[in-house]
């Protein structure tokens, strides 16, 4: 008799990406589509389905850029909408675990191996410590992973949410024109690939520059490739806030595993990253300085690591519905 069909998820506001699992529970035959060309989940997984030609799953584990604890779920940065029965029924799945895609992310942290990590400055991790994780894709995700009772335990939040503080005076200003726009300025406000836009718009208006329509993608490109001292200029903005943001993580979190970096635009930026105000700005916490400089830095490299926390998140999940 064969082992029964899993299959996990992890969509996000523009990718969904699809796999099933192997004999060892791995996630394998890895499919990535666009969630513009789906009206729903049930649709892009019937598609993924069809592409494969196999069986169809028994059991999934999707984990969602959104909040996932009510009946409907509404992607953050994506236009699905959708209701929690409506994906078993119409798949004739037996078992459903849905999660925060973060949540699913930080799962996958403690099984990452070496060579799917980069260290950005200094730091050891303490083994069994809590460790952070964020990262700016689409969204900005924030989680945490913690070690009791022998297991990893992922935490679930919508950390990108909170209110940004700036750093210094230039970002005070930078602030000061996001204010003028949103009575709410959040990380993700400006920190993901849905804020960079914006935040390329702010940073021109406050260096005196004027501010071409680029997307995030050539904002990165031009950034990368030393073409433009704007998007450059942007990205360095960007990689020193998100240092402040993820030192307050390890603080909050007493992250002494290390703070992890996942999403897409990061492992896009390459040495620059390495040579940002990120790790400055990670350990500029006055009093705490010397504390957030013993807390490793890490760059995920795997492209679907949460793929592997939805499949860890299966397997311990039991009957959870």
Known sequence: MSPPTMLVADVGGTRARFALLDESGSPAQVRILAVADFASPVEAIRAYLADLGGAAPEAAAIALAAPVHDEVIRLTNGAWTFARAEISEQLGLQRLLLLNDFTALALAVPHLADDELYQVGTGLPVASATKGVIGPGTGLGVSGVLFDRGRW?????????????????????????????????????????????????????????????????????????????????????????????????????????????????????????????????????????????????????????????????????????
């Open 153 to 321: 335990l992922a935490l679930t939040g919508e950390g990108g949410h909170c209110s940004l503080a700036p750093a210094d005076e230039r970002e005070s200003a930078i602030l000061a024109h996001a204010w003028r726009e949103f009575d709410h300025v959040s990380a993700e406000r400006l920190l993901s690939g849905s804020g960079l836009p914006l935040l390329h718009r702010l940073v021109a208006a406050v260096d005196g520059r004027r501010c071409e329509p680029w997307t995030t993608a050539e904002i990165v490109a031009r950034a990368v490739a030393g073409t433009d001292v704007q998007c450059r200029a942007v990205i360095e903005t960007f990689c020193a806030m998100l240092g402040t943001v993820a030192g307050n993580l390890a603080l909050t979190l007493g992250a002494r595993g290390g703070v992890y970096i996942g999403g897409g635009i990061i492992p896009r930026l390459g040495e620059l990253f390495e040579r940002s105000a990120f790790r400055a700005r990670f350990e500029a916490k006055g009093r705490f300085a010397s504390y957030l400089a013993t807390i490793p830095t890490y760059v995920m490299l795997s492209p679907t690591p949460a793929l592997l926390g939805a499949a860890h998140a299966l397997a311990e999940s039991g009957d959870c519905p």
